[in-house]
């Protein structure tokens, strides 16, 4: 029998959003295409934000990618 590592591949973000927006939403929240298309494109902004602004390329965003640590806090200037 074989041991589990202890060091496990990182969950595909992009599978899991491609199963949030195409399965979750409208077969078990039952949500209009509307509000779909809404959440789409809210998380198309923050990848673009995450591309130009943090320097994260779109092939290489992971779960570890919304983290604090890479959001980045804009200051007023007075």
């Not at 199963?19 to 939403?25: E, G, N, R």
């Not at 902004?45 to 995450?50: L, T």
Request: one cysteine or more.
């Amino acid at each position: 029998m074989m041991k589990n590592s202890k060091k496990q591949a990182a969950p595909d973000f992009w599978a899991y959003a491609r199963s949030f927006l195409h399965t979750y939403l409208p077969k078990v929240r039952n949500l209009s295409q509307h509000t779909i298309a809404s959440y789409k494109q809210s998380l198309t902004f923050y990848i673009n934000y995450m591309e130009t602004e943090i320097g994260i390329d779109r092939q290489n965003i992971t779960f570890d990618c919304l983290s604090r640590k890479h959001q980045k806090l804009s200051r007023l200037d007075a």
